[in-house]
């Protein structure tokens, strides 16, 4: 599995995040205006982060490569502290995609959400058009697909967010962490 490091948000990235974000596989994957990805945009989209954060709603990350490059941005959004549930968002740099960077920082994560949040179930949402995420989404060995029969409530609460088709699946504490005690060396 390739080494990422995930990092707090900070202003100091927003060139970065704004360049990356820019580019058009992953602007358009992710429904965003060129106003969003611009410089002024990633600002107020930092600034956003850091103050759901604090107040309890995401825990989110920028995420580096082994080589110290910023190669995207991993979050845990809608965090229900009662219900013990969140939804799980990660988008990649174009340049980076199929290297194996998105399981790592999904591993790591999850790791953070399962054992530091004490969450008990992480959704995510994906649109039906993009065949990628799809894929790698059903390559993941800890993650039960297509399980909106299983939890309306939480796809009926989706739905006015991604405003597409979607497929909703879940990763379960239990199962995350049998294979992370697998497959990790702490």
């Known amino acids: 599995m390739k080494k990422v490091v995930l990092v707090p948000h900070n202003k100091k990235f927003a060139e970065a995040i704004s360049s990356l974000s820019s580019e058009p596989p992953v602007r358009n994957a992710l429904s965003l205006t060129e106003s969003q990805t611009s410089i002024e945009g990633t600002l107020e989209f930092i600034e956003f982060v850091q103050e ?13 490569n082994e080589d110290g490059d910023l190669i995207g941005i991993i979050t845990l959004k809608d ?9 799980i968002g990660t988008w ?10 998105n399981e790592s920082a999904n591993s790591q994560i999850l790791h953070t959400a399962f054992t530091e949040l004490d969450l008990e179930y992480v959704f995510v949402a994906v649109k039906l058009s993009n065949i990628r995420s799809r894929k790698a989404l059903e390559k993941l060995p800890y993650i039960r697909t297509d399980v909106q029969e299983e939890f309306p409530e939480e796809y009926k609460k989706l739905e006015p967010q991604i405003n597409a088709p979607f497929m909703l699946h879940v990763i379960e504490k239990s199962a995350f962490l049998e294979w992370y005690s697998e497959n990790t060396e702490e």
């Not at 965090?79 to 969140?86: A, L, Q």
């Not at 990649?92 to 960077?101: A, F, L, M, Q, V």
């Open 52 to 64: 759901q954060e604090q107040l309890g709603k995401q825990y989110s990350r920028v995420i580096f």
């Open 79 to 87: 965090i229900n502290m009662e219900e013990k549930t969140c939804n």
């Open 92 to 101: 990649i740099g174009h340049r980076y995609w199929g290297k194996g960077y």
